[in-house]
């Protein structure tokens, strides 16, 4: 499969002696500029419209190419018919990811393949969004540390895994307990119905009804190098879902309206996945799978994985920005940490991610799962170090995740979590936390295990430098 603009990697020019190079002429003095700056300010967010771009894209092979980048499009799209995320769908119908232009012009379009445009910036997401990601990381490589996978008693995983906080996969405990869930988050449509048919749900930053996203998974051309993913916090709040493995949740004695969001639904397609990131607020979580698989990368507390930089406190994560952009360029160095963890998940199976673990996922095929954070006596200490010393990345307590954004409840929220937190810790367990408060309360700082981020914070990020190659 070749570009369908006829867009090849940076590498490339060399190879074919650059003879053909067009990028000089047909850019004229703008050939200075690099293509990230041509394409996300130039032509994306400088409000060109449809028929300005249209006419520039003819003024030259290169100029072609570039006016006809997808996201570009994708936002002139929006800005059009702004909040009809449902009218997309319903007119998507064309197969391939040439149909955000034709929905904008209402006139069909068809791909000129270009010579001599060499360019890893749309390169890389066009590959990215494209290739076989079960072929590229299902059984290829040969990890330091596969995670282990059991069927075991709770008190085998409390002492093995949870207490010692290592990662593992819990075999058979769905099927053993949430047989009638099973049956209910199997494939898409039963998800609807579970549901109920106009619920609103979240999808990173947007809120659509359920029939939206349903609409989307279905129509794959739409789906980018990075799909949109369903991450939803309220869907299944209220479900009973207590299991011997994970007995503790000391975040419920601040109640319902006071702890932070701690269970999501979880939906993408092939392809969606969660990039690098820490669980918030130094908890335990476990990922419950009902149909899929997925593919888990983790790293110990306090190893950054490569091409990953979290921001001082921690609050906030820039990585590639795209999941398979970073397995492309980063992953052969996260091999040689020798600290890789590694593992795909099957249906049927739980994943434990202990606290302060990197951890990052692609879904290999569409997935549904449940994910949940807890804290217990393995990890309460943490949690309450984290409270009291990272204020600002404390997240899940309402609004973006973002201090500009969030109203002054929110921040305010967060600021009083630890006092809340631990006088009903005191309370609920009587004679068993106060001498830690006192300790946390006295310590100046706290030496956490790295960056604690929230998941799908950060997007756009940093794109390969080196020049790339396929040949
Ligand atoms: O399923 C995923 O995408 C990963 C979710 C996650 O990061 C988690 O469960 O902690
Ligand atoms: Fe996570």
């Not at 309220?234 to 299991?243: F, Y």
């Not at 702890?259 to 269970?263: A, F, N, V």
């Given at each position: 499969m070749s570009h369908p603009y006829g867009v090849q990697p940076e590498g490339n020019r060399f190879l074919n002696s650059g003879?053909?190079?067009?990028r000089d002429r047909g850019l004229g003095?703008?050939?200075?500029?690099?293509d990230s700056f041509l394409i996300d300010?130039?032509?994306?967010?400088?409000?060109?419209g449809p028929v300005c771009l249209c006419r520039l894209s003819r003024v030259s092979r290169v100029f072609y190419v570039y006016c006809h980048v997808e996201s570009i499009w994708r936002w002139q799209y929006m800005r059009t018919f702004p909040a009809s995320f449902q009218a997309i769908l319903e007119e998507?119908?064309?197969?391939?990811?040439?149909?955000w232009k034709s929905l904008v012009t209402r006139v069909p379009h068809v791909a000129l393949r270009m010579r001599g445009v060499y360019s890893d910036y749309l390169f890389h997401p066009w590959l990215c969004a494209t290739c076989g990601v079960a072929d590229h990381l299902e059984g290829r490589t040969v990890t330091p540390h596969p995670i282990p996978k059991a069927a075991m008693d709770p008190a085998t995983f409390l002492r093995e895994y949870e207490s010692k906080g290592r990662p593992c996969v819990l075999q058979g405990v769905i099927q053993a307990n949430w047989q009638h869930l099973l049956e209910k988050f199997e494939t898409f449509s039963q998800v609807g119905e579970t549901l109920g048919q106009n619920r609103r749900v979240q999808c990173e930053a947007m809120c659509v009804t359920w029939p939206e996203y349903y609409a989307y998974l279905n129509h794959r051309e739409l789906h980018s190098e990075r799909p949109l993913y369903l991450f939803d916090p309220?869907?299944?709040?209220?479900?009973?879902?207590?299991?011997p493995y994970f007995p503790h949740d000391f975040f419920s004695v601040l109640g319902k309206d006071t702890?932070?969001?701690?269970?999501w639904l979880v939906v993408g397609p092939e392809r969606s996945g969660s990039s690098f990131h820490i669980d918030p607020n130094a908890t335990n979580a476990w990922n419950a799978l009902f149909s899929g698989k997925k593919w888990w990368l983790m790293l110990p507390p306090g190893v950054t994985p490569p091409g990953v930089k979290p921001s001082a406190d921690g609050g906030d994560v820039t990585t590639s920005p795209s999941l398979m952009e970073w397995v492309m360029n980063w992953y052969p160095a996260a091999l040689r940490t020798g600290h890789c963890y590694e593992t795909v998940c099957e249906a049927g199976e739980i994943m434990y991610i202990p606290s302060g673990w990197w951890h990052m996922v692609i879904n290999l095929t569409d997935c549904i799962a449940l994910t949940q954070n807890y804290v217990g006596p393995s990890n309460v200490a943490k949690v309450l170090r984290f409270l009291r010393h990272k204020k600002r990345a404390i997240t899940g307590c309402g609004g973006m995740d973002d201090d500009e954004l969030d109203g002054q409840d929110v921040i305010a929220r967060r600021g009083e979590l630890f006092d809340v937190f631990s006088t009903k810790l005191i309370k609920a367990f009587p004679g068993k936390y106060e001498e830690l408060v006192e300790q946390v309360k006295g310590s100046v700082s706290c030496e956490l295990d790295g960056s604690i981020a929230p998941v799908q914070k950060k997007r756009k990020g940093l794109r390969a430098s080196e020049p790339f190659t396929l040949f």
């Open positions: 003879c053909d190079d067009c003095t703008l050939a200075r500029l690099p300010h130039l032509l994306e967010d400088s409000y060109l998507a119908t064309l197969t391939s990811t040439l149909c309220e869907a299944l709040r209220d479900l009973n879902l207590s299991l702890r932070p969001q701690y269970r």
